[in-house]
């Protein structure tokens, strides 16, 4: 089994800075692509950031320029520095990554992690 587990959330004041982290255990051979996602109440969940294995990364439009998604892959670790926060980050954010088992038949999954709240105010 995988987990992953974030870490780094929380209240912040608007203008300011956060850095999200996504670790994963377990019977992890290899993380292929990771991104991280947000879902406030009531909407959808959005794609943030992607990155791929080997480093090329996507953002949406509205954290461009203000979100870097990164990877260390020795520590099976992505991060998500968030700078000039706005209060319309305000969401549940959430790692996913595609892992491949080092147990045979040595497949690949998606998993998610349970979620860390940022939470930015005016």
């Known amino acids: 089994q995988v987990q992953l587990v974030e870490s780094g959330g929380g209240l912040v004041q608007a203008g300011g800075s956060l850095r999200l982290a996504c670790t994963a255990s377990?019977?992890?051979?290899?993380?292929?692509?990771m991104g991280w996602y947000r879902q406030v109440p009531g909407k959808q969940r959005e794609l943030v950031a992607t990155?791929?294995?080997?480093?090329?990364?996507n953002y949406a439009d509205s954290v461009k320029g203000r979100f870097t998604i990164s990877r260390d892959n020795a520590k099976n670790t992505g991060y998500l520095q968030m700078n000039s926060l706005k209060p319309e980050d305000t969401a549940v954010y959430y790692c996913s990554a595609i892992v491949q088992s080092n147990s045979p038949p040595y497949i690949s999954n998606d998993y998610w992690g349970q979620g860390t709240q940022v939470t930015v105010s005016s």
């Open positions: 990155i791929s294995s080997g480093g090329s990364s």
């Open positions: 377990g019977s992890v051979l290899r993380i292929n692509a």
